[in-house]
């Protein structure tokens, strides 16, 4: 099975700031990663899809990078609503996998 | 708009079996896959499997001998149940649309408890 690398559990940022999130798969995946936003009781919500392709009525503060086996999640400037965890998966072969997530604290 | 909606039991006895099912509105099930993945506080996310828009599968190998994923096209819905259930099958299941689970529904919160 493919192995979705999240490296950080915690990120802190506060209002305004840019953050990156970095995911790193074990094998070439090409460009098939996406990342979701995960609000406390509530379902995942798909943010970035093959990569770099931002999902309907997602905010273009969201972009997603990467291809191969190193994929970046940034938002450019964080929001009070940005409180979330974000979790990277491989959709290149079943099964399919997730990074552990990272959960964005704001300060 | 696009909606699936989960409907199955919260509470199972050990060794029992779960049945969800996903009824699906705003796109056909001949256009989109459904998979299923669930979120525990111990294994984070995990997909469990796939029924494709074709009507094929494919299971997580560690389920494979106690899932089944079917459909109904024309009801629009999507079967799951997972046999042999422990405690630590406890966890909220997802369907979701598509290879890029654009779409996921509410969840179902399932305990394995006696």
């Known amino acids: 099975d493919i192995v979705m690398t999240q490296s950080h559990k915690f990120m802190s940022t506060s209002v305004g700031d840019?953050?990156?999130?970095?995911?790193?798969?074990?094998?070439?995946?090409?460009?098939a990663v996406a990342?979701?936003?995960?609000?406390?009781?509530?379902?995942?919500?798909?943010l970035i899809y093959s990569a770099s392709y931002r999902y309907t009525g997602v905010p273009d503060r969201f972009t997603g990078s990467g291809s191969g086996t190193d994929f970046t999640f940034t938002i450019s400037s964080v929001q009070?609503?940005?409180?979330?965890?974000?979790?990277?998966?491989?959709h290149y072969s079943t099964p399919f996998t997730f990074g552990s997530g990272t959960k964005l604290e704001i300060k | 708009q696009v909606q699936l909606k989960q409907s199955g039991p919260?509470?199972?006895q050990p060794s029992?079996?779960?049945?969800?099912?996903?009824?699906?509105?705003g796109f056909s099930l001949?256009?989109?896959?459904?998979?299923?993945?669930?979120?525990?506080?111990?294994?984070?996310?995990?997909?469990?499997g796939v029924i494709w828009s074709g009507g094929s599968t494919d299971y997580n190998a560690a389920f494979?001998?106690?899932?089944?994923?079917?459909?109904?096209?024309?009801?629009?819905?999507?079967?799951?149940?997972?046999?042999?259930?422990?405690?630590?099958?406890?966890?909220?299941?997802?369907?979701?649309?598509?290879?890029?689970?654009l779409d996921w529904g509410q969840g179902t919160t399932l305990t394995v408890s006696s």
């Open chain 1, 18 to 31: 840019r953050v990156s999130i970095t995911c790193k798969a074990s094998q070439d995946v090409s460009t």
């Open chain 1, 35 to 46: 990342w979701y936003q995960q609000k406390p009781g509530q379902s995942p919500k798909l």
């Open chain 1, 80 to 90: 009070a609503e940005d409180l979330a965890v974000y979790y990277c998966q491989q």
């Open chain 2, 10 to 12: 919260g509470l199972v």
């Open chain 2, 16 to 25: 029992q079996s779960l049945s969800i099912t996903c009824t699906v509105s």
């Open chain 2, 30 to 48: 001949t256009s989109y896959g459904v998979h299923w993945v669930r979120q525990s506080p111990g294994k984070g996310l995990e997909w469990l």
């Open chain 2, 64 to 101: 494979i001998s106690r899932l089944s994923i079917s459909k109904d096209n024309s009801k629009s819905q999507v079967f799951f149940k997972m046999n042999s259930l422990q405690a630590n099958d406890t966890a909220i299941y997802y369907c979701a649309r598509g290879d890029s689970l």
